[in-house]
C-alpha cells in the first residue's frame, strides 16, 4: 500500500477497522480514532501475513489494498479478545 499516500491509509484504515469491528463486535467500545488505527495496524498484517504466502500487496489496488485491511484488523481484533478474555 505504499502508494496510498497518508489519506489513503486513514481513509481505508478507517473504513476497515470500523468494518472488521462490526464484524468482530467492538464497535461500541471502539470510537472513530481507534477505529482507524485498528485499520492501519491490521492493513500492516494483513500485508505480511499475505506476504508470507507469495501474495503481492504493492499492486493490488484500492479494493484489493482494503480487504488486506479489513482482513488484518479482523485478525488483530480476534487476537486482542483472545488475549483479553473479552467476549462478544
Do not use: Y
Not at 55 to 84: H, M, P, R, Y
Amino acid at each position: 500500500m505504499p502508494g496510498l499516500g497518508i489519506i489513503g491509509w486513514i481513509v481505508i484504515g478507517g473504513l476497515a477497522g470500523w468494518i472488521g469491528s462490526k464484524i468482530m463486535g467492538t464497535d461500541a467500545r471502539q470510537g472513530v480514532v481507534l477505529n482507524i488505527v485498528v485499520g492501519i495496524i491490521g492493513g500492516l498484517l494483513g500485508g505480511f501475513l499475505l506476504g508470507l504466502f507469495g501474495v503481492d500487496v504493492a499492486g493490488g489496488g484500492w479494493i484489493f489494498s482494503f480487504l488486506t485491511c479489513l482482513f488484518g484488523a479482523i485478525i488483530l481484533l480476534f487476537a486482542l479478545k483472545a488475549v483479553t478474555g473479552q467476549r462478544s
